[in-house]
């Protein structure tokens, strides 16, 4: 059987002190109460970094410039109705200050306190790159 892809992108928000900002997933929402990377939906006709640029100011309230944003690693995850493809970035500056206008929560953490925090499959293989990068 056959299903969709859905391509996401991500940001992995690192402070001065280097940690990373996760968000807690909403209730209603699919994976509700997992932490994941801050990013959004890729929409038809938009560029990944468009779309995370556009996902960062919704959620947290930042204004990011694409040449701000760093290609680092992807991952990719079968769920049971669709494939989910996500790029993340790294990304160390950015105007405005963090501010939680979606999610259940936000913490700043250090990469190897991460597996602390639950998170959905697509997120968890990511961890080990930044723990190894930071």
Same mark, same amino acid.
């Given at each position: 059987?056959?299903?969709?892809?859905?391509?996401?992108?991500? #940001?992995?928000?690192?402070?001065?002190?280097?940690?990373?900002?996760?968000?807690?997933?909403?209730?209603?929402?699919?994976?509700?109460?997992?932490?994941?990377?801050?990013?959004?939906?890729?929409?038809?006709?938009?560029?990944?970094?468009?779309?995370?640029?556009?996902?960062?100011?919704?959620?947290?309230?930042?204004?990011?410039? #694409?040449?701000?944003?760093?290609?680092? #690693?992807?991952?990719?995850?079968? *769920?049971?109705?669709?494939?989910?493809?996500?790029?993340?970035?790294?990304?160390?500056?950015?105007?405005g200050v963090v501010t939680n206008r979606h999610h259940a929560a936000l913490a700043w953490v250090r990469?190897?306190?991460? #597996?602390?925090? &639950?998170?959905?499959?697509?997120?968890? &293989?990511?961890?080990? *790159?930044?723990?190894?990068?930071?």
């Open positions: 059987m056959s299903v969709p892809t859905v391509l996401v992108a991500a #940001a992995a928000l690192i402070d001065t002190d280097g940690r990373v900002l996760i968000a807690q997933r909403p209730e209603g929402k699919s994976l509700a109460g997992l932490w994941e990377f801050p990013g959004g939906k890729v929409e038809p006709g938009e560029r990944p970094e468009e779309a995370l640029i556009r996902e960062l100011d919704e959620e947290l309230g930042i204004q990011v410039k #694409a040449s701000c944003l760093a290609p680092f #690693a992807f991952t990719s995850h079968a *769920y049971e109705s669709f494939h989910l493809l996500m790029p993340l970035w790294l990304c160390r500056r950015w105007d990469p190897n306190r991460m #597996a602390d925090y &639950p998170m959905p499959p697509a997120d968890v &293989p990511l961890v080990a *790159y930044l723990c190894d990068f930071i």
